[in-house]
């Protein structure tokens, strides 16, 4: 099966490891990414915040290279690229005469049915089909995590079809325990980390990444789980900063969902890179049972 | 497939009523007591409906199992009623006074006829499921009841958990059953009912909280549904009436009730507002409070809708005397604490802060919506939906579908409270009278009751059964000690404990000792006379006893409820209080009780909507009617009313109501009279008019009405440009608006503060028809609302929300800072604080419309005064009963409705109209009347004509007679006792309270 597939700056630049890992993990679940060509970025908070036609005409421009790709499904991994291109499109569906506009302007036209997946949305299916357990190797036994889904996968600036809960996605927390991991119930699956803000007003960004922090180590978590390269980057980057000063005495390393599936699958640790976080993590992936 | 016949024809004697909740059970016994056959198919393997599921009941705190308890039974013992439980209905065909309905019937696995309810097979089961109607909260058995008080009380085997049907073994209810009810070969049945209408009262389903999961329920082990708090509330619930959490099962010390959870809300949830959440949270939060003086209660609420009669006078008892706490805030998050349960909400505050508070505990008001299969049902029906899966009823006829024949009744009619859905169920019940008028007594059977055993002479054997009430009395009264301590006593024959003696099971078990024992006199040891004498007499009566040797002895009420925890006390207060009654009931003689013909006419005083209704119903129903109205012309208020909220034309309603009126050959209309004389009694009246006319008449229908309110707040009378709602709804009418107009408009004007303390009820939505008229018909026009709470219930909130789409302003404002009106040059301008700005606003208008309140009619007073009839502290006649018996007068005989109740809508002065009319039917519908054995009895012998008792007589029944001394009038006399009291002589003797018993229980306690 092929996807196509938007990688979005993120991944690769600063969480460049998730690239890597996504890849991998793909591949072994028998799913080649097709990445977009010449694909631009899709505007983030920035666009939104100067210009709102700009907001709508960036993640645009990438639906309709999709659209010419051939391929029916486009997967994007970073949260904030999912939303903004998902409402893009949605929007330019409601709005026949913007989509005319932007499409003028455009070399590959938006045209045709295209599904925009997140990486859960894909995920889910390869379990659903039994692909993913096929996949597994050995467990990951030392892992307590709670799964960490940000404020932008399930919540969108206006209806847009979500496949999982708004309020209280479950869609990670269910791959996890059919890994034969639980994962920890607890209150800040959608809480934000602070975003961009952790950049120019750290105050705010710390105090929000501190209570997400504290209900985690309360409820007994060893780990967070994410998919969002902003929300793994904040909480892994600014750990030590923000723990200092809100006086937490834990540590937790904060994964990629690629990375857990990736070690289950018996992939190599040093492929998967996962050495190369903040708050290392390395140990909770020493103790390793077969699956049946 | 069987037949259940009934007499087939086009005009059949009976009625099928779909759904067994509170508005089909009053229904069917509307029906059933007035000459029809009642055919009872309820979904459920027992009748109660929603209301068997709550603990007490707003704002009287009544328990609501003990209301409607008695009449499950009532309706299981009725000759005419036949009950299909476990049943659905799968298809209807014929017309009116001639459908045929096929109704599927379930296996309960169980035989009804071999089932003695004895509940060994539950007690032996050994599977545990959890338990539905405790609401996940406790554990039931494969083999159960729905309730313990359940009618039909025959047990059902629920396959889906039943070891033996699961797994081929065990059949452990079998083995021990002895009466060998048990059938695992039972099977689905078809059976076909022949009926001449068809009523719908399939009631609710319960908005799922599950689907808010910011709110955290089915997550966090200490967020309640509002109906599972009913549940914890009740002394047979899971907890048996301790507050505690389910998580921990700890006592909470703050609890939070979040209200409008899925109401009001078209995005998540309902676009609707469930009518009764505001007062039910309420409710649950004094009644924690009285159950655990700890509690601290917060509501956390949008809009308090205390709409009701006397609702906002119980909404401040809350607050001022149980210290309930209102917070107006929308909760969006509810988190909670790890380790200790306990869970934070997140609010804004008015000025925007945002909050985060800590609760132990979490209730979520949920509201009410149609069943899933709403839109099918109302195929299957041949009915239409409205676009929420409600029926669709008209404001003029709320009860009436658009099939003729089929009619609908409560909560599928959009939401409404337990005695809006008992109004319906006797609005329905009238309307089906007046449908089938010509089948009336055609298909009914008489009961049979055995011959009364002659006692007199005979030594008294008295049976002393002590009841339970599962825990309600048992936790605090030692019920056994009680028993132990009496049945040696001279003359107790016998003596025992029972579970729940209301039940249908223990009527039979009573029915039993008494023929068992050869008692010949019977005390009940339970609860409150009011409610439950009633049904033991008729089974001690069943069993062949005159049912006056029956006594009930309340050990509930003045025992384990009032000294609860001090089990010493109250069992020997209990002891005390049937020993009395013991000593009392020693001495009881059978009485023979009169009976009188009843005059097949009514009187109706009132000649607006409400009356005009409930005569036109009553002269459908055959009976002639007398309409009274004191002005010259009919129609009452509604003259000046001329759109509904949903735009129907009122005008054209009420001239073809008036001309249905003059002209229907049963009604004779008295205008510009009033009544002049009142005499005689239930079935028997007679009334002299202003005019002269003598009017006979076997009952009475108030429907006086009431007045709007003449303004002088907000400088009503300085300038042309205020008005009142009514006045601009005139201008609206008559296109006499400016185009572009700014309109402005006052909520509460005379409303909800002193000296007139309570909610009009109809000005909210005035205010926003009348908003929506205007700028329909001129978008450019500004409209803007200050108000105190917007209370469009039900599903008036369709119209809020429609109002606020065309550009409606609607500015808050509280009474202690009410909008300042100023006169200017082009009209008025009026100055508030707006909550949302947070700053002082002007706005500038060319009319202030005031929404001003309604009154009482002034003729109420003296109406009161002649019929003796109550009237609460606002002026309003009071009915028997706040719950279930909303249209009948304490006096017997007399109805009520419309206006001189309560404020209300036109839609619900027309189902309290018809209500009253079907209450009203089943009186005249009786061939005779039987007067109460407990009246005082006169000694001519003994009496002096002192005049006391005739001085002091409510109800007139002493009187001069011929010979210039004083007779006394039996069919009259409501056994009050009064004459009883000052009689010097002691003329007068009270049956059953005759001086010599009242003396031996004096006796007895000394």
């Given amino acids: 099966m092929q996807l196509a597939y938007y990688p979005g700056c993120s991944l690769k630049q600063s969480s460049a490891l998730y690239d890597v890992q996504c890849q991998l993990v793909f591949n072994k679940l028998n799913i080649r990414l097709v990445e977009l060509e010449d694909w631009n970025c899709c505007g983030a908070t920035s666009a939104g915040k100067t210009d709102d036609f700009l907001a709508i005409a960036m993640p645009a421009r990438n639906v309709g290279i999709a659209a010419q790709s051939g391929l029916d499904t486009l997967l994007i991994p970073c949260s904030a690229c999912y939303s903004r291109t998902l409402v893009a499109q949605h929007y330019l569906a409601a709005h026949p005469e913007q989509k005319e506009e932007i499409n003028e302007g455009l070399g590959k036209k938006i045209d045709g049915p295209l599904k925009v997946s997140s990486i859960l949305e894909v995920l889910q299916t390869t379990l659903e089909s039994g692909v993913l357990t096929d996949a597994l190797v050995s467990k990951p036994v030392r892992l307590k995590p709670v799964c960490y889904y940000g404020c932008m996968l399930t919540r969108f600036p206006f209806d847009v079809p979500v496949s999982d809960d708004i309020e209280n996605p479950i869609g990670m927390d269910t791959l996890i325990e059919a890994m034969g991991i639980h994962a920890i119930d607890w209150n800040y699956k959608t809480n934000c980390c602070g975003a961009s803000a952790a950049v120019n007003d750290p105050d705010t960004a710390f105090h929000l990444m501190s209570k997400i922090m504290t209900d985690a180590i309360a409820r007994g978590a060893n780990c967070i789980i994410t998919t969002c390269p902003m929300c793994q980057l904040n909480l892994d980057a600014y750990q030590e900063a923000f723990c200092k000063q809100y006086n937490i005495e834990e540590r937790l390393p904060v994964f990629f969902i690629t990375e857990v599936l990736g070690m289950a699958m018996g992939l190599d640790f040093h492929d998967l890179q996962i050495d190369r976080h903040f708050i290392d993590g390395t140990d909770l992936f020493k103790e390793m049972e077969p699956y049946e | ?1006």
Wanted: charged share 25%; net charge negative; aromatic share 8%.
């Fill in chain 2, 1 to 1006: 497939m069987s037949d259940q016949t009934s007499s087939a024809g086009p005009t059949a004697g009976s009625v099928a009523i779909v759904g067994g909740g509170i508005g089909g059970m009053q229904a069917a016994l509307d029906l059933a007591d007035s000459g029809f056959k009642v055919h009872f198919i309820q979904k459920d393997s027992s009748l109660g409906g929603t209301m068997v599921m709550l603990d007490k009941t707003f704002p009287t705190g009544d328990c609501a199992m003990c209301m409607i308890s008695p009449k499950m039974v009532e309706i299981a013992r009725h000759p005419n009623v036949d009950i299909h439980a476990f049943a659905e209905v799968t298809g209807v065909t014929g017309a009116p006074g001639d459908f045929t309905l096929t109704v599927k019937l379930q296996p309960r696995y169980v035989d009804a006829d071999k089932c003695t309810g004895c509940g060994i097979c539950e007690k032996k089961c050994p599977k545990l499921v959890t338990s539905e109607f405790e609401q996940g909260l406790a554990k039931r058995k494969a083999i159960y009841s729905l309730l313990a008080q359940a009618v039909p009380n025959t047990r059902v085997i629920d396959r889906d958990n039943c070891l033996y049907f699961q797994r081929g073994r065990c059949r452990a209810c079998e083995k021990f059953c002895t009466a060998e009810a048990i059938n695992f070969e039972d099977t689905e049945k078809e059976i076909r009912i022949h009926t001449g209408a068809v009523i719908l009262s399939p009631g609710l389903n319960r908005h799922d909280p599950a689907r808010h999961q910011e709110l955290g329920f089915g997550r966090w082990p200490n967020v309640v549904s509002s109906i599972q708090f009913e549940r914890i509330l009740s002394a047979s619930g899971p907890f048996m009436g301790e507050i505690k959490r389910p998580g921990d099962k700890i006592h909470p010390r703050k609890i939070a009730w979040i209200q409008c959870v899925g109401s009001r809300d078209p995005h998540h949830g309902n676009p609707w507002c469930s009518s009764v959440c505001c007062m039910y949270a309420t409710k649950q939060a004094v009644i924690a409070k009285e159950h655990d003086h700890s509690i601290e209660p917060t509501i956390f609420y949008m809009e308090m809708r205390a709409f009701g009669k006397d609702f906002d006078k119980y909404v401040d008892r809350a607050k001022d005397e149980f210290g309930v706490r209102y917070h107006r805030a929308m909760i969006s998050a509810v988190h909670e604490e790890a380790g200790t349960g306990n869970l934070a909400l997140r609010y804004a505050e008015t000025d925007g802060t945002v909050v985060e508070e800590t609760f132990n505990m979490v209730v979520l008001s949920i509201g009410l919506e149609p069943h899933a299969d709403a839109f099918e049902f109302a195929k299957l029906f041949g009915i239409t939906p409205n676009e929420h899966g409600f029926a669709k009823t008209s404001p003029f006829a709320p009860v009436a579908t658009d099939r003729a024949g089929i009619y609908v009744t409560g909560t599928y009619q959009g939401p409404k409270d337990i005695p809006e859905t008992v109004i319906q169920g006797s609005a329905v019940a009238g309307s089906a009278m007046a449908l089938l008028s010509e089948g009336r007594g055609t298909e009914v059977v008489q009961k049979e009751l055995p011959v009364e055993r002659a006692v007199s002479g005979e030594e008294s054997r008295i049976g002393v059964l002590v009841c339970h009430c599962g825990i309600n009395i048992a936790q605090t009264v030692n019920v056994e000690a009680v028993v132990e301590a009496v049945k040696d006593l001279p003359n107790v024959a016998y003596a025992a404990d029972l579970l729940y003696a209301c039940s249908q099971d223990s009527q039979e078990t009573i029915k039993e000792l008494v023929r068992d024992h050869n008692l010949n006199r019977v005390i009940v040891a339970s609860c409150t006379p009011r409610t439950h004498e009633p049904l033991f007499q008729d089974t001690i009566r069943d069993a062949g006893l005159n049912k006056y040797l029956f006594e009930l002895a309340d050990i509930r009420e003045q025992c384990s409820w009032c000294h609860m925890g001090q089990t010493e006390t109250a069992t020997e207060k209990a002891i005390q209080i049937v020993k009395m009654h013991i000593a009392k009931i020693r001495n009881f003689e059978p009485i023979v009780t009169e009976s009188v013909d009843v005059t097949h006419a009514a009187m109706v005083i009132g000649g607006g909507v409400a009356g005009m209704t409930s005569a036109l119903s009553l002269a459908d129903q055959g009976f002639p009617v007398h309409l009274i109205e004191n002005e010259p012309v009919l129609g009452g208020l509604a003259r000046n009313v001329y759109r509904t909220l949903d735009n129907s034309d009122v005008q054209a309603f009420l001239t073809d109501i008036i001309e249905k009126t003059e002209n229907h050959p049963n009604i004779t209309v008295h205008t510009g009279v009033t009544v002049k004389k009142t005499g005689g009694f239930v079935g028997n009246f007679q009334t002299a008019l202003t005019d002269g006319t003598q009017v006979d008449h076997g009952t009475i229908i108030v429907a006086a009405g009431g007045t709007e309110y003449d303004p002088t707040e907000y400088r009503y009378n300085e300038s042309d440009n205020i008005i009142t709602q009514r006045e601009l709804e005139k201008r609206i009418a008559a296109d006499d608006l400016p185009p572009g107009a700014g309109i402005a408009m006052i909520q509460c004007v005379g409303s909800r503060e002193e000296p007139v303390n309570y909610c009009s009820r109809i000005c909210c939505q005035d205010a926003i028809k009348n908003a929506i008229a205007v700028k329909k018909a001129s978008p450019d026009s500004r409209v803007t609302i200050f108000y105190r709470d917007i209370r469009t219930y039900g599903l008036r909130e369709d119209y809020y929300r429609m109002a606020r789409e065309l550009g409606v302003l609607f500015i808050r404002f509280v009474p202690e800072d009410p909008p300042e009106v100023t006169i200017t040059d082009k009209g008025v301008a009026i100055r508030a604080f707006d909550y949302i700005l947070n700053r002082d606003i002007v706005i500038n208008a060319d009319y202030l419309a005031l929404s001003t309140g309604l009154r009482p009619h002034p003729s109420i007073e003296k109406l009161g005064e002649m019929y003796k009839l109550t009237r609460n502290a606002e002026g309003y006649f009071l009915e028997a009963h706040v719950k279930l018996r909303p249209v009948d007068f304490p006096s017997e005989g007399i109805f009520v409705a419309g206006l001189a109740h309560a404020p209300k809508n036109l839609d619900e002065t027309v189902s309290q109209a018809l209500a009253a009319a079907g209450r009203a039917g089943v009186l005249l519908a009786q061939d005779r009347l039987n007067v109460s054995g407990i009246i005082a009895k006169h000694d001519r012998d003994l009496c002096m004509s002192c005049l006391a008792c005739f001085r002091v007589c409510p109800f007139d029944a002493p009187f001069i007679d011929e010979d210039g001394r004083i007779s006394h009038n039996e069919i009259k006399c409501m056994g009050c006792g009064i004459c009883a009291g000052v009689c010097p002589a002691k003329a007068f003797q009270v049956n059953n309270f005759r001086d010599d018993q009242i003396i031996a229980m004096i006796d007895a306690a000394v």
